[in-house]
Nanobody, 119 residues
Framework: QVQLVESGGGLVQPGGSLRLSCTAS????????VAWYRQRPGKQRELVAA???????TYADSVKGRFTISRENAKNMVNLQMNSLKPEDTAVYYC?????????????WGQGTQVTVSS
């Protein structure tokens, strides 16, 4: 069964850091673009960061200079390092990628991981 699983969320004080990880089971990331989205309370889901099958990255303006997305292909993992966190970064963070399940390519989402930035 193909699925994406996020980990690493939690409660952190403003100015702190968290590292989110996304792993794919039943498929591989190495040839695909992978993205992190978030949904803040009362807001629509928004793109936070994305990385291509290579190393080209894209960031939302609100996180540029603070967040870094990276691939660990050997571990079939994509990470989101979040530094200088702000209360407005509080959200459920989701990993997203197109994965091959043996029959075709489909759009997959993880279950989400909660990030809360609060003192």
């Amino acid at each position: 069964q193909v699925q994406l699983v996020e980990s690493g969320g939690g409660l952190v004080q403003p100015g702190g850091s968290l590292r989110l990880s996304c792993t794919a089971s039943g498929s591989i990331f190495s040839g695909n673009a992978v993205a992190w989205y978030r949904q803040r309370p009362g807001k629509q889901r928004e793109l936070v960061a994305a990385v291509t099958s290579g190393t080209t990255t894209t960031y939302a303006d609100s996180v540029k200079g603070r967040f870094t997305i990276s691939r660990e292909n050997a571990k079939n993992m994509v990470n989101l390092q979040m530094n200088s966190l702000k209360p407005e970064d509080t959200a459920v963070y989701y990993c997203n990628a197109d994965l091959f399940d043996g029959t075709g390519w489909y759009d997959y989402w993880g279950q989400g991981t909660q990030v809360t930035v609060s003192s």
